[in-house]
């Protein structure tokens, strides 16, 4: 059975695309079947633009999952959060067409990356929110961080959010593309390690350090 790992961020557009086609990237080249999905993608039209930075960043062509929409089941043109970008398409987001189309690749592949929208309290649909959707897959979680200003807050509230809900952290990804220099980068790396209940922290740029493959590879099998 797949391992579901579920690609979070602390906020919208903190990395976690780039993130998620690099884990892929790395559990490729370790020899594991993998394959990444986006559920839900807004701002675009027809197709998902993730996936196709996934399949990029991992040295991966389109498979047919991708064709036929299973990575990928819902893609919505205007840029807003889901719950917003399908209404005004007059669209209800299903989280059964979610769960199914995770459950199609289950059996084909060693490890599924779901890359989620925003963050963990955006609204999916009127009654369902993205953390829902993790705890419903039953997956364990990355958390993608960064050193922009508010950045400490943002991640440790949703540390809060994954543990009270107990949704494991495999770890922290923290991504050093938004530097705002040396004194801010260490200082918020410092103070969430001071907080972050002893989840792995590993800083990614262009790579993610090595030894973040050898926590993901060793995490648990998950069943929805």
Request: glycine share 6%.
């Amino acid at each position: 059975m797949s391992k579901l790992i579920f690609i979070t961020g602390i906020d919208t557009g903190v990395g976690k695309t780039y993130a998620t086609g690099l884990i892929a990237k790395g559990l490729i080249n370790m020899g594991f079947k993998t394959i990444t999905m986006k559920p839900i993608q807004t701002g675009c039209d027809n197709f998902s633009e993730d996936i196709i930075e996934h399949r990029k960043l991992s040295g991966s062509e389109l498979t047919p999952y991708d064709l036929d929409k299973i990575t990928s089941p819902y893609i919505f043109k205007y840029p807003a959060s889901p719950h917003l970008s399908a209404k005004l398409e007059n669209k209800k987001i299903d989280i059964n067409v979610i769960v199914k189309n995770i459950e199609l690749l289950q059996n084909n592949f060693d490890y599924i990356l779901i890359e989620g929208a925003g963050g963990l309290m955006v609204p999916i649909n009127d009654s369902f929110l993205m953390i829902d959707l993790i705890k419903k897959i039953n997956a364990d979680t990355i958390l993608v961080s960064t050193p922009k200003l508010g950045s400490i807050n943002h991640t440790l509230l949703s540390i809060e959010a994954l543990t009270s809900r107990n949704i494991k952290i495999i770890a922290i990804l923290y991504n050093l593309f938004y530097n705002l220099g040396q004194t801010i980068t260490d200082n918020t790396l410092d103070t969430i390690k001071q907080f972050h209940r002893g989840i792995p922290i590993f800083k990614f740029f262009k790579e993610i350090e090595d030894p973040f493959f050898s926590v993901i590879s060793n995490h648990k099998k998950v069943t929805i």
